[in-house]
């Protein structure tokens, strides 16, 4: 032990003694021993206030004089503690030295039967003067350092006056006993830096470091320019966020360090309060605490930036990182680390402790376990898929290479070429899915963060929206500054719902709206990470999002080969199969969408499963029935062999029309054009532009089965001038490009080349719209 706690001891023996010889003559004045009957009741108000608690009789020499043990030389150098405080603290520790001074306190304070310290016992030794027992009674109030600062822990509910249970808060009494550092604290983990030593006197200092660099790098500077240890708290969502940051802030300032308090993925209300209680802890009582922020915080206090290590300088370090460990890491490999991971050097060497093997692939899936962050408004989806599981046009395939390679090389090509004093390059991209519901949105997705290494999270808008104003734009900031943070692919399905076009103002609620889509358009182009909004109504998203996107990908409606290929990958080898399966004419037969087809396949299986025999064509003829009745669609009864009638005929010719039209408009335009049938109404078009409307107006059916029909073919799109190149396409395909026999049957189209300006009028006046140009289409099938 320390030769000066011998001495401190010694001195507090002494005091003791000189109280209880006070005490005790100050209880033989109360009983009256010198008096009897009445005078001996007026004794015992007769003595003076003043006379019964003070005595000058005590020398004022501080019990840990001017070289105190060092525990409360740490102390006396961190917080603004005087000397009736520090006493305070060196009597609660004496039952922790000494078990003698149990027994002597309790029959100081007249609780011999409790077991514990009250009020009482610090008022009657220390408090031997009016200033000096003010001071103490100061300091135990809410507002006083050792209760507001915490250093005392009291009893909790009412107690008689001066029997207010005291002792040392646990962090206190083991800095004070000396115990080594902890390394947790309730469900914090702590990280320690440095040496034990003796700190220069500090007057309180408090620091927020934030930004997107190596923020415990500056606190290690900070630490080492203070001449202080360091001890980190990452933070791990404590369910009382104040009483834990005094508990950290308590602990620090005892052993004389630096507190920094990591907030990585914090929710803003949160970095705020521990922020705001941890600087009003070291302007009031004194001590050194930083936070370590994601951005700034609102409060008046010194801001330190950790800069964001650019591409060249990330990749450096986990080169030399890799090489320190006796690894080898490639250039390529550390780039795409570089890439997908944002960290810093603290961080890459989290992933490198983490990761067995140090290999590549070990270390991106290392840098994806730890760059996990809990959000409130979604969920991680967990990757696993590759472009081999996903069937879409080449075009598409071909627009999410090119996403692919931005996302993976933006960074590199941005600093390796110049980039960035001509494009803003350090945000984005923002990508847009645009396709029905089961073209493989969501799949993609999943194949892009796959493909990167990157985290994949769905965004839950109901969760995000709020009716409360203002309460949106807070989570939707939230959400964007942790998927920064993490580096994740955020996904935003149905994203027509948030990002929705801008009203006029006619009411309060309109006002409101436009504030959000005006918010999302701002923020979204602060965020440095992948975005992915997935839409069924391209038309619906708001037009000054779309020069936002750095890619628009369509998503169209699988051709034939297409849905083919989608039965097979849906129907695994694992499968038992009755002979060869006809896929080909089941793609031909059921125009389907890629989740269709998957949930139909499911269905097939169990059926399968269910009659106990292996997969056979009537399983799935039966899924797929069963399928578009569930989606509320016409479906045939698959056990019924019924005769071919004019309904499947008349069906077959419109299905065959539209794989002609779709694989025919594809060789003159990269967008998709749109097949309607039917009346173009609002309805029908809405979201499907450019598109080309086949509407049957006349039908004839012969005894003979042959099919007579009319059909007026229009083209719709945004834009005129695009609307007459359509409709001029268009009618060299109809004239030359459809097919001329169909199940075994001729059939003849023909362009009718005269116009019946009647049947226009007649047509168009009933659908709401005024006459334009159109073909009138006749086909005959004999």
């Avoid at 590759?386 to 600093?415: G, I, K, N, P």
């Avoid at 369509?554 to 694992?574: K, T």
């Avoid at 009659?611 to 698959?638: F, I, N, T």
Wanted: hydrophobic fraction near 45%; charge should be negative; include cysteine.
């Amino acid at each position: 032990m320390d030769p000066l706690w011998g001495e401190t001891l010694r001195r507090l023996d002494a005091l003791l003694v000189q109280v209880c010889d006070l005490e005790e003559a100050r209880a033989s004045k109360l009983r009256g021993e010198q008096e009897a009957g009445w005078d001996a009741v007026r004794t015992t108000v007769r003595p003076s206030t003043a006379e019964l608690a003070f005595s000058s009789a005590l020398a004022e020499t501080p019990l840990l004089g001017a070289s105190p043990p060092l525990p409360f030389a740490r102390l006396r150098a961190s917080l603004r503690v005087d000397t009736v405080e520090e006493e305070a603290l060196l009597l609660l520790l004496a039952t922790w030295l000494e078990p003698r001074y149990s027994r002597l306190f309790a029959v100081l304070q007249d609780e011999t039967a409790q077991g514990w310290n009250v009020e009482r016992l610090l008022l009657t030794v220390l408090g031997r003067t009016p200033a000096r027992a003010q001071r103490l009674l100061a300091s135990l109030t809410d507002s006083g350092l050792l209760v507001g600062g915490g250093l005392v822990q009291t009893g909790a509910g009412a107690f008689p006056p001066m029997l207010r249970p005291v002792d040392l808060a646990p962090e206190v009494r083991e800095a004070l006993l000396e115990l080594p550092r902890p390394s947790v604290l309730g469900e914090l983990s702590l990280e320690w830096h440095g040496p034990e030593v003796l700190p220069s006197s500090s007057h309180g200092t408090f620091a927020v470091v934030h930004g997107e660099g190596e923020r415990l790098g500056v606190a290690l500077g900070l630490a080492d320019e203070a001449g202080v240890p360091l001890v980190v708290a990452r933070w791990t969502g404590a369910p009382e966020p104040v009483p834990m940051a005094r508990a950290l802030w308590r602990l620090a300032s005892v052993r004389g360090a630096l507190l920094a308090v990591d907030l990585a993925g914090a929710e803003r209300g949160l970095a705020l309060s521990v922020t705001e209680t941890l600087s009003g802890l070291c302007q009031r009582f004194g001590g050194r605490a930083l936070v370590l922020a994601d951005s700034a915080q609102p409060v008046a206090v010194p801001h330190h930036e950790a800069p964001a290590p650019g591409f060249v300088q990330r990749r450096a370090l986990w080169v030399e990182e890799a090489r320190t460990r006796g690894l080898s890491l490639t250039e390529a490999d550390a780039g795409r680390l570089a890439s997908g991971f944002r960290g810093a050097l603290q961080e890459i060497r989290r992933v490198f402790d983490s990761a067995p093997g140090g290999d590549a692939e070990a270390l991106r899936a290392a840098a994806s376990r730890l760059v996990q962050v809990p959000l409130r408004h979604g969920y991680r989806l967990e990757t696993s898929r590759t472009f081999a599981d996903l069937v879409v046009r080449d075009t598409t395939r071909a627009a999410l290479e090119r996403l692919l390679f931005y996302v993976a090389q933006r960074d590199r090509v941005a600093e390796e070429r110049g980039l960035s004093r001509r494009f803003r390059l350090h945000t984005g991209p923002v990508a847009l899915f645009s396709g029905r519901s089961g073209t493989g949105k969501t799949l993609a997705a999943e194949v892009i963060a796959h493909a990167v290494g990157r985290p994949l999270y769905v965004i839950d808008l109901s969760r995000l929206v709020s009716k409360y104003v203002g309460e949106t734009e807070k989570n939707i900031d939230e959400v964007l500054s942790h998927g920064e943070r993490s580096g994740a692919v955020l996904f935003f399905d149905e994203a027509d719902s948030l990002f929705s076009s801008r009203t006029e103002v006619s009411n309060a609620n309109d006002r409101f709206a436009n504030l959000e889509v005006g918010f999302l358009l701002q923020r979204i182009e602060r965020h440095d990470g992948l975005i992915i909004l997935a839409t069924n109504l391209q038309t619906a998203i708001d037009e000054a999002f779309l020069r936002r996107f750095h890619a628009r990908i369509e998503f169209p409606f699988p051709e034939v080969e297409e849905r083919r290929r989608i039965w097979e990958l849906m129907l695994p080898e694992g499968v038992p199969r009755a002979g060869t399966l006809d896929l080909p004419g089941l793609a031909q037969r059921h125009r389907l969408a890629g989740g269709d087809i998957r949930n139909a396949a499911l269905k097939a299986i169990f059926l399968a499963e269910q009659a106990g025999a292996p997969l056979a064509q009537e399983h799935l003829e039966r899924a797929v029935a069963l399928e578009l009745y569930e989606l509320g669609r016409l479906s045939r009864r698959p056990e019924a062999d019924a005769p071919s009638d004019a309904g499947t005929r008349l069906r077959r010719v419109a299905e065959v029309f539209q794989e002609a039209l779709d694989s025919q408009l594809r060789q003159h335009f990269l967008k998709e054009v749109h097949v309607l049938h039917g009346s173009p109404t609002r309805e029908a078009l809405a979201g499907k532009r450019p598109a080309v409307s086949l509407a049957l107006y006349r039908l004839a059916v012969a005894q003979n089965g042959a099919l007579r029909l009319g059909l007026i073919v229009s083209a719709w799109s945004h834009r005129a001038e695009e609307e007459h190149e359509l409709l001029g396409v268009l009618h060299g395909l109809l004239s030359r490009g459809l097919p001329h026999e169909l199940d075994g049957r001729k059939l003849t189209p023909r362009v009718q080349e005269s116009y019946d300006f009647d049947l226009l009028h007649r047509f168009w006046s009933s659908h709401g719209h005024p006459i334009r140009a159109s073909l009138v289409l006749d086909v005959e099938m004999t």
